[in-house]
């Protein structure tokens, strides 16, 4: 996951239609190599935003953790979660506001390594309802 990364964002919006747009993500190892922190700077909706993630393993609990922040809100999400036994995904749960409706909402992310070059991640939520609904995929290609 280090290194930089060009990223498309498909961001459903309902009736089965999408914004899509393009970042860029620069990540690198932190804290003396035991976490990766993953920045994304871009514009939404005219807005400058940043979102900044860190994504690390807990030996004492045996699962990997993330913490998400976003320019655009005042909390952060952390999360913790297992890789698959192939070693492709990584699933993490744990909880975040839903800004569209201002509660806190349980939250999946999903980062799936399709190859050296490529990995997806995505953001699920559910809602108080019991629904999911994805809120987010990230798309990282290698830049060369």
Same mark, same amino acid.
Not at 21 to 27: M, S
């Given at each position: 996951m280090?290194?930089s990364?060009?990223?498309i964002?498909?961001?459903p919006i309902?009736?089965?239609k999408?914004?899509d747009?393009?970042?860029?993500?620069?990540?690198e190892?932190?804290?003396?190599?035991r976490f990766?922190?993953m920045?994304?700077?871009?514009t939404f909706?005219?807005k400058?935003l940043t979102?900044?993630?860190?994504?690390?393993?807990?030996?004492?609990k045996?699962k990997?953790?993330k913490?998400?922040?976003?320019?655009?809100?005042?909390?952060?999400m952390?999360?913790e979660?297992t890789i698959s036994?192939?070693?492709k995904?990584i699933t993490?749960w744990?909880?975040?506001?839903?800004?569209?409706i201002?509660?806190s909402?349980?939250v999946?992310?999903?980062?799936t390594f399709v &190859?050296?070059d490529?990995f997806?991640?995505?953001?699920?939520y559910?809602?108080? &309802?019991?629904? &999911?609904?994805?809120?987010?995929?990230?798309t990282?290609?290698s830049?060369?």
């Open positions: 280090e290194g990364w060009d990223v964002l498909k961001i309902g009736n089965g999408y914004i747009g393009k970042t860029f993500c620069k990540a190892w932190v804290v003396e190599g990766i922190q920045e994304y700077n871009n909706q005219g400058p979102v900044v993630r860190y994504l690390g393993f807990d030996r004492y045996n990997y953790t913490t998400h922040f976003e320019s655009t809100h005042i909390d952060m952390n999360s979660g036994s192939d070693g995904i993490c744990g909880n975040h506001v839903d800004v569209s201002n509660k909402v349980k999946r992310t999903v980062t &190859d050296n490529t997806v991640l995505e953001m699920i559910t809602n108080p &309802d019991g629904k &999911d609904f994805k809120t987010v995929t990230l990282h290609k830049k060369l």
